[in-house]
């Protein structure tokens, strides 16, 4: 595998289920990053995280909870989500998480029913 | 918060034909990248350029970063060009990691 991964493609759940997305990055990079994007509109920052340590938090609602365990992984916790949340969710990394270029998986498509 | 705005929103095109695509922002930056959205979601970076200007096959970017723009020439383009073009800049060096997306520019090339 090259560059970044991301599972599943495609989630579809109901209201009340959990899932977790999941990214791995083989590029060596120390910083990742989840982008939202919701239809028609630009990508939406949700989280940063360096060297395993959360950065940014952009105000994202605690029904999606990140996990870094290493530089490498990044996860996204889905729990008790709304029909709005459906959107094409991304990853990014990027060697530093100042000024550096930020390279994006091919995104999960969720849709919650 | 920094605004990126870019023009024009939509674009039609016909195959071998050149276009120019615009990003302006509002403050100074220290990232600057132009992706490609291909219609199955995929973002692919075409260019890394907080300044100057940088060529790549029929691609080409310039960053202004006095003048807060960017543009994105695509010369005799092709049907695979289609998609969505992405304008993201990171402001500042305590904003570090925050990359603010433009609107895009949807642009579909006719064969």
């Known amino acids: 595998e090259t560059g970044v991964t991301q599972t599943p493609r495609h989630l579809v759940m109901g209201m009340t289920n959990k899932k977790s997305l999941k990214c791995e990055q083989h590029?060596?990079?120390?910083?990742m990053y989840w982008y939202k994007q919701s239809a028609k509109k630009p990508l939406e920052l949700m989280f940063v995280?360096?060297?395993?340590?959360?950065?940014e938090n952009n105000s994202v609602p605690s029904r999606f909870s990140p996990e870094c365990p290493n530089s490498s992984h990044l996860f996204l916790h889905l729990h008790t989500l709304q029909p709005e949340d459906s959107a094409l969710y991304l990853c990014?990394?990027?060697?530093?998480?100042?000024?550096?270029?930020?390279?994006f998986g091919p995104g999960t498509r969720l849709t919650v029913t | 918060g920094i605004q990126v705005e870019q023009s024009p929103p939509d674009l039609i095109l016909q195959e071998g034909a050149n276009s120019t695509l615009r990003c302006n922002f509002s403050?100074?930056?220290?990232?600057l990248q132009w992706f490609h959205q291909n219609p199955w979601g995929q973002l692919i970076n075409l260019f890394y350029i907080p300044s100057g200007t940088k060529q790549n096959g029929r691609l080409s970017a310039t960053t202004v970063a006095t003048e807060r723009y960017s543009l994105l020439y695509i010369s005799s383009s092709q049907t695979t060009d289609s998609g969505v073009y992405f304008c993201a800049v990171e402001r500042g060096y305590n904003q570090g990691g925050k990359l603010i997306f433009g609107q895009g520019t949807e642009l579909s090339v006719k064969p």
């Open positions: 403050d100074s930056v220290n990232n």
């Open positions: 990014a990394s990027s060697q530093e998480y100042r000024a550096y270029e930020q390279y």
């Open positions: 995280y360096n060297f395993k340590e959360q950065t």
């Open positions: 590029l060596g990079h120390n910083a």
